[in-house]
Nanobody, 114 residues
């Protein structure tokens, strides 16, 4: 059974940085494609960053150049370094496989003030 626990969110001013972390179980990280997703109030959940089994990455255009996704296979952890944060990055952030498993974690809230 997949279990995901996100952490690292918080309140930050525009232009600031945060690093999100995800601890996963029930997933073989070395073979999995993983992603960070976010959901803002009143909006659909969207994928913002992807990392494949060979560490190939891709990003949503809205975060490209500002966010960096990494993973640690032995520790089964996923990270999202977020720089130059904007108010429009405010959302609950979730990690999951790609495509996503039915089991989602509780997410971690990121709030960016202007």
């Amino acid at each position: 059974q997949v279990q995901l626990v996100e952490s690292g969110g918080g309140l930050v001013q525009a232009g600031g940085s945060l690093t999100l972390s995800c601890s996963a179980s029930g997933i073989i990280f070395s073979k999995a494609s993983m992603a960070w997703y976010r959901q803002a109030p009143g909006k659909q959940r969207e994928r913002v960053a992807f990392i494949g089994p060979s560490d190939t990455t891709s990003y949503a255009n809205s975060v490209k150049g500002r966010f960096t996704i990494t993973k640690n296979n032995p520790e089964n952890t996923l990270h999202l370094q977020m720089n130059s944060l904007k108010p429009e990055d405010t959302a609950a952030y979730y990690c999951n496989t790609f495509p996503p498993d039915d089991s989602w974690g509780q997410g971690t809230q990121v709030t960016v003030s202007s």
